[in-house]
């Protein structure tokens, strides 16, 4: 499984979780860790990497805190990688719209869509603001 992609260690163990005992896993877990193929920044890392050009960073926080990653491992993975929230919320509206919004439905509409994106309320009020403009 960790040929293929990272995972973290919760992941893993739920996958492995109906083929070995609980005590065998967390021996075969603590290995892979000791060994270095196993390693949840290295898992938020490709993970932030691979999905922040589409999402913000409330989102990308709530994906790792379900896949078991705790919150200091999750901060240093979006410090790291996530670059200017504002620049990537920007993109994506660009992406999707491209176009200002032209009454204020147009503009609840591209505001929920980036919102639903993971993207800060400043953030989105950043972006609309700006393409009006």
Known sequence: MLARR????????RKLADNATPEDLQAVLDHLEQSGLLSDARFA?????????R???????HSLRARGVADEVIAAALFAGAGSETARAREVW????GVSPMDRSDYARQARFLQQRGFSAEVIRKVLKDTEE
Do not use: C, I, Q, Y
């Open 6 to 13: 990272e995972h973290s260690r919760a992941e893993l163990a």
């Open 55 to 61: 999402f913000g960073s409330a989102k990308l926080r």
């Open 94 to 97: 660009r992406r999707k719209f």
């Open 45 to 53: 890392e490709s993970f932030v990497a691979s999905r922040a050009v």
